[in-house]
């Protein structure tokens, strides 16, 4: 009797089973290296690639919800777009800075 290749995962090599099998974005690994491969964006709550996230004053952030924050032009912080202060040269500040 011909004997079946165990699917492994592509991250670490475990053996995948029907209990830690994940798939994620047409991916499939196991559970453990979705928790290390992935987070979850702090804004909107969506499962990204580790690799695709950005940093937002020590909170990870999707692409789409970083396109939602200003660098302060004093301070270098980046500020959610609804706390961002405008001079009248449409430079953007936090509200420290303003």
């Not at 475990?14 to 991916?27: H, K, P, S, Y």
């Not at 690994?29 to 580790?50: F, H, K, N, P, Y």
């Not at 500020?79 to 430079?91: A, G, I, L, S, T």
């Amino acid at each position: 009797m011909k004997e079946t290749q165990k699917e492994k995962c592509p991250f670490c090599g475990c053996e995948l089973t029907a209990e830690n099998r994940i798939v994620f974005d047409g991916a499939v690994m196991c559970r453990d290296c979705l928790g290390e491969q992935t987070v979850i964006c702090a804004d909107c709550g969506q499962r990204i690639w580790s690799e695709a996230a950005y940093d937002v004053n020590g909170n990870t952030v999707c692409e789409h919800c970083y396109d939602d924050y200003y660098t302060c032009s004093g301070c270098g912080r980046l500020v959610y777009r609804d706390d961002v202060y405008y001079d009248d040269d449409d430079n953007a500040y936090c509200n420290n800075c303003y």
